[in-house]
Nanobody, 122 residues
Framework: QVQLVESGGDSVQAGGSLRVSCAVS???????MGWFRQAPGKEREGVASISRSDATYYADSVKGRFTISRDATKNTLYLQMDNLKPEDTAMYYCAARRGAAAYLQPSQYDFWGKGTQVTVSS
């Protein structure tokens, strides 16, 4: 059974950095995965994704500031977030899909974690 568990969320000041992690279990091979976020009153949006072959994709709002990566030996997905802004405040979720390609649309993903809160103050 696929399980995703996020950690590392915190409260930081604008301009700061944070790395959130997603521990993955139940997979027999690397899967296409993504990071998503949802702020109160807003729809869930894609932040970054990584394909089975490690191609990466980013939302325009985070390009140049966020980096998605994985450590296959540790079965862990990461999101490094630099130069954080108050508008980055949200619950951050990791997700996985059965296919090889990566997308930024939440509807493309089959498995979800429960999220970790990131709060950026000005």
């Amino acid at each position: 059974q696929v399980q995703l568990v996020e950690s590392g969320g915190d409260s930081v000041q604008a301009g700061g950095s944070l790395r959130v992690s997603c521990a993955v279990s139940g997979f027999t091979y690397p899967m296409a995965m993504g990071w998503f976020r949802q702020a109160p009153g807003k729809e869930r949006e894609g932040v970054a994704s990584i394909s089975r072959s490690d191609a990466t994709y980013y939302a325009d709002s985070v390009k140049g500031r966020f980096t998605i990566s994985r450590d296959a030996t540790k079965n862990t997905l990461y999101l490094q977030m630099d130069n954080l802004k108050p508008e980055d405040t949200a619950m951050y979720y990791c997700a996985a899909r059965r296919g090889a390609a990566a997308y930024l649309q939440p509807s493309q993903y089959d498995f979800w974690g429960k999220g970790t809160q990131v709060t950026v103050s000005s």
